[in-house]
Nanobody, 122 residues
Framework: VQLQASGGGLVQPGGSLRLSCATS????????VGWFRQAPGKEREFVTG????????YYADFVKGRFTISRDNAKGTVYLQMNSLKPEDTALYYC????????????????WGQGTLVTVSS
């Protein structure tokens, strides 16, 4: 099982980035996917999650209205569109997968990608 996060980079405040989480080795159709982030010196935190069907999405309050999660099961990929980025969004972003329901608890996720760095700075 592999999850490969990509799409990070340096962006100015107010800018946008789209992260991708490419999966392989398991059937994405039956798995919930979440995005987490970890800033330097801080704990890993839940950002957003999407159910296996894609019908249900969940967002942390600090990204509501700015970030959008989506998935393309045919391509085995989950996306995170990030708009109106702020310096406080700077972090290493991870995607993770689990069965059943979306949760905000990192240790309930079974599979993790390696992370992609997002830096928001002028």
């Amino acid at each position: 099982v592999q999850l490969q996060a990509s799409g990070g980079g340096l962006v100015q405040p107010g800018g946008s980035l789209r992260l991708s989480c490419a999966t392989s080795g398991f059937d994405l159709d039956y798995n919930t996917v979440g995005w987490f982030r970890q800033a330097p010196g801080k704990e890993r935190e839940f950002v957003t999650g999407i159910s296996a069907s894609g019908v249900n999405t969940y967002y942390a309050d600090f990204v509501k209205g700015r970030f959008t999660i989506s998935r393309d099961n045919a391509k085995g990929t989950v996306y995170l569109q990030m708009n109106s980025l702020k310096p406080e969004d700077t972090a290493l972003y991870y995607c993770a997968a689990k069965s059943r329901l979306v949760t905000a608890t990192a240790n309930e996720y079974d599979y993790w990608g390696q992370g992609t760095l997002v830096t928001v700075s002028s």
